[in-house]
């Protein structure tokens, strides 16, 4: 069993930044990729990043490239999204992930979820 736990979500103006961290629970965790995903109002969840469980690959989807940064630390089971120049179509509940299978992972089915954190980009 794993659990995640999200946290660092919050309330930011148009260019701000957030950095949003997850904690894993359980001694499996640096053998899982993990990822975030996003969920806005009215919409369907959406795939926004994923790292491999050594860290040394990365994926982004192409909304986030070069704007958002994931990485981990597996000595402290945290993985950590840093959001930069937020705008308002990054708003939504971000929700951290994790699975065995990076592939599995990135189509959205991972096997653990965690309960999310909200962000709000105000312009």
């Known amino acids: 069993q794993m659990q995640l736990v999200e946290s660092g979500g919050g309330v930011v103006r148009t260019g701000g930044s957030l950095r949003l961290s997850c904690a894993g629970s359980?001694?499996?965790?640096?053998?899982?990729?993990m990822g975030w995903f996003r969920q806005a109002p009215g919409k369907e969840r959406e795939f926004v990043a994923a790292?491999?469980?050594?860290?040394?690959?990365?994926y982004y989807a192409d909304s986030v490239k070069g704007q958002f940064t994931i990485s981990r630390d597996n000595a402290k089971n945290m993985v950590y999204l840093q959001m930069n120049s937020l705008k308002p179509e990054d708003s939504g509940v971000y929700f951290c992930?994790?699975?065995?299978?990076?592939?599995?992972?990135?189509?959205?089915?991972?096997?653990?979820w965690g309960q999310g954190t909200p962000v709000t980009v105000s312009s």
């Open positions: 790292i491999s469980f050594s860290g040394g690959r990365t």
């Open positions: 992930a994790a699975d065995g299978s990076e592939g599995v992972l990135r189509i959205g089915r991972p096997l653990y």
């Open positions: 359980g001694r499996t965790f640096s053998s899982l990729a």
